[in-house]
């Protein structure tokens, strides 16, 4: 079974929106854009062995591939709209290549955003996915975080770190459900984004890791930030996964990455406004402390105990 | 050195082009695209050992990788605008990265594009290319040759496969630069592709050999095609390499792939017009055929001399 055949029996399908005018099967999409609206563009490379387990079941895979740059997306306040998607992969495998096909699709569809193209190269396995989104007015960036704003999560970090710790140890069958759908299931806060601008001055998706995507924006926008180590606490889950395996959880919270929760910077003015939105979507956002003007991390009372030299996800 | 400082050492640029509104180095690009145009998206992806030889120059597999991108583009008739990158790397090369980032980055000045985002991860040698072009009206598509067209390529195909051969036996400096530059430097025939809207019926670049990408524009549009086998001869460059490597030139030629030109169906009435802008663009078009109503291929006179199973390049 060569490319053309894989591409046709589990990626070509009829085109869901009117803004596909050409779809998979030709040398590029042909895409009808929204008048007026800016164009939001994503890549992300997934690599087996070091973004994803050998072995993970590949219908977690393509939903994960599809949704960590929708994720980008919505860190920026768009609306996704098309994907496409490079999967290298090391042999034909019919069976794998339909469940990624499933899983991706399915994230996709949950974000209004559709397949347009792609191609299929036998390789080490490799997935490149790239996600294009709009963008009525002004997207969120990272570079506008001001003094005085409010930081706040869209919800709790620290599980997928989690999930990846127990997996050392156990089966995924003995890992609880709410921590391994943190790291095989994420969610891109689509709606969260979308609902932050005009309200939010600068959002980040903390892929990386909280403090390692909290400096991203600190240091994009000129600014510092003091955080109360209290804010982020264990659930139960969470708790036991970190006594099981001899971590700790603040560890995990603060610096674990792959979370796909957004992080805004609001201002005081406003934050009430947006969290009760989130909650009416649903989140359990979390305010983790403000912008100061001193640059730098800086902990109202005690710094959270974990390792002084985590810094995040480091892609090298 | 890490994901962002390589990121910062050789891809973060200020904007050239006024359509970047965020550019590298945000969760996603923001762009603004040409009011009423259509976006055209491709996506292909080079593996190391597959569609390129290890220890290349980083500088023409930088080249390379812009370029066969920017092709797909040329193929619409799109006009090229911007590219993102996802790299994979296996170490953290410094200088391999610099000469990448160059080739790059020339390739794409060329074509008047602009890298806009991207990312670089650790792992087998990858490179995931996305370019975004645009179309003011109707793109040139696969599926729209019509009976009588007349078969035209942009130039002569056979060169990237005849340097490819004589690698197995002989070093780079003894390849004939007017092949070896046909392997390492194609060039996207981006006003050609322009050009051809509205002139031509249907087109396609015939990166996957020249009989190959053919079947794909007759399967896709529903029709058939008569060849002439003397259309195509080779150069002395290209029929020294067959000599000397005991092959065929006329496989090379017919089957070859890794071309880079442009292949259209044109209808009678406008060929010569389409051929002569073609030559004020310094191209040398080749005839090789006209569209049958009978399906699949035909020869007038004796069929080239080739493997009969060759059928174009195969991804898997």
């Known amino acids: 079974m060569g490319e053309f055949d894989l591409i046709a029996r589990h990626f070509s399908r009829p085109a869901q929106s009117d803004s596909v005018e050409v779809g998979i099967g030709d040398d590029a999409a042909v895409l009808r854009p929204t008048p007026s609206a ?7 490379t997934l690599v087996e062995g070091r973004h994803f387990r050998s072995g993970v079941d590949p219908e977690a895979l393509g939903w994960k591939a599809a949704m960590v740059n929708l994720s980008d997306i919505a860190a920026m306040g768009g609306f996704p709209r098309w994907l496409t998607l490079a999967l290298t992969l090391p042999e034909a495998d019919d069976h794998w290549v339909a469940g990624f096909a499933a899983g991706f699709r399915a994230a996709a569809t949950s974000c209004q955003a559709e397949l347009v193209g792609g191609d299929i190269t036998r390789g080490p396995l490799t997935i490149g996915v790239t996600a294009l989104g709009e963008c009525l007015d002004a997207p969120l960036t990272r570079s506008a975080a001001r003094l ?19 997996l050392e140890s156990v089966t995924e069958e003995d890992i609880p459900p709410s921590l391994l759908h943190r790291l095989d299931r994420p969610v891109a806060r689509v709606a969260a984004g979308r609902a932050a601008r005009g309200l939010a001055h600068a959002a980040i998706d903390v892929s990386d890791g909280l403090l390692a995507d909290l400096r991203h924006v600190l240091d994009a ?51 009430r406004t947006l969290l009760e939105i989130w909650r009416e979507q649903g989140l359990q956002p979390i305010e983790i402390g403000r912008v100061t003007e001193a640059s730098g991390l800086h902990w109202a009372g005690d710094a959270p105990t974990m390792d002084p030299v985590s810094s995040g996800y480091q892609h090298f």
């Open 38 to 44: 800016s164009l939001v563009v994503s890549t992300d």
């Open 148 to 166: 005085g704003d409010v930081l706040v999560l869209t919800g709790a970090t620290g599980g997928a770190a989690a999930a990846l710790a127990l």
């Open 221 to 271: 926008s000129g600014v510092g930030a003091r955080l109360n180590a209290n804010a982020l606490t264990p659930d139960t889950d969470l708790q036991a996964a970190a006594t099981r395996t001899g971590s700790v959880a603040a560890q995990w919270m603060w610096a674990g990455g792959d979370d796909y929760e957004l992080l805004v910077a609001v201002p005081p003015t406003h934050a």
